[in-house]
């Protein structure tokens, strides 16, 4: 019997890894544009530079007339190739964290999110240099056959800053704070929410019931970590001075946003970035995309429930 539950823990691991990997794939496809947007947002200084984008819907016309459709889709190979190591990463080390948090005095609800921040803080490391490149990538307003691909960006990177944090792993603190805040309320909003709304026996209404409570908190995640997602562009974009770093550390950089542009501009991107989270849930949701949209709020609340049915 011993035997047995490793192999089984090790089945469900390779389970959601491949399923999660696969409604990753479709998910980046499907909502890089918006991707694109958020990071354009966040890097531009101000209103006043001529070539700023001055709402949503501008920024999208702009893109599509000065550099096509191929524009939406600039730096999206990192991310594909970043996925499935991603989500592998993610699973492993939120099970072994649970697993240790589970021998304190915590409570269910604060144990699980300690893990989700435990389990972020991980995945911001492994993610951080395909970041980088795809960032890069991103801001470059010019056209889609002008860019260089994902590899020479990268190459072209390592060579000129190496693998350090001026060079491939720049930006590192705000990818850690981006991704372990959002884990960490995530989670434990989650579960606190989910355990206070009795579930509901019609398997459509509680499906919703879930979808809502998933899609709340990666609004109410997105809303408190976008500052980090801010710096973090910030820091592995275009610096204003060619050859001047402005944006060094995370906090460094949010204090100098918010002193010279405002505490709004600590919020760019905020509405692409709500957007992946649940395209189309005003209309009627077809079964077979429910994982696909479930998974953009970074956790499906199946993964979600079974993790807390095991701390119990």
Do not use: W
Request: glycine share 8%.
């Amino acid at each position: 019997m011993t035997a047995t539950k490793p192999q089984s823990m090790l089945r469900e691991a390779s389970r959601q890894v491949i399923a999660g990997g696969s409604a990753g794939l479709v998910e980046i496809c499907l909502m890089h544009p918006l991707d694109v947007v958020k990071t354009r947002f966040q890097i531009q200084r101000g209103t006043t530079d001529p070539t700023s984008y001055k709402s949503l819907g501008h920024c999208f016309r702009t893109i599509f007339q000065s550099e096509g459709v191929f524009g939406f889709y600039k730096g999206i190979l990192p991310p594909i190739l970043a996925e499935t190591p991603k989500r592998a990463v993610k699973f492993f080390t939120f099970e072994q964290y649970k697993k240790l948090l589970n021998l304190t005095p915590l409570s269910p609800g604060v144990a699980l999110s300690a893990a989700g921040l435990g389990s972020g803080l991980t995945e911001a490391l492994v993610i951080n240099p395909f970041e980088v490149v795809k960032v890069s990538l991103q801001a470059n307003r010019d056209s889609f056959k002008e860019q260089p691909s994902s590899f020479a960006q990268a190459r072209r990177i390592i060579k000129s800053d190496g693998f350090g944090l001026r060079g491939l792993n720049k930006g590192l603190t705000s990818t850690l704070g981006r991704h372990g805040v959002f884990n960490m309320i995530y989670f434990g909003f989650y579960f606190n929410v989910k355990d206070a709304i009795p579930t509901n026996p019609d398997p459509t209404l509680e499906f919703l019931r879930k979808f809502t409570i998933g899609l709340l908190s990666g609004t109410i995640s997105s809303c408190v970590n976008i500052p980090f997602d801010v710096a973090k562009s910030r820091i592995q974009g275009p610096q204003p001075v060619p050859g001047e770093i402005k944006y060094r550390t995370c906090f460094q950089t949010m204090a100098l946003v918010y002193r010279e542009e405002g505490y709004l501009a600590l919020y760019k991107g905020l509405v692409p970035k709500i957007m992946r989270l649940g395209p189309g849930k005003k209309k009627k949701i077809p079964r077979v995309n429910i994982e696909i949209i479930v998974i953009l709020t970074s956790v499906t609340p199946v993964a979600a429930d079974k993790a807390g049915e095991e701390s119990d």
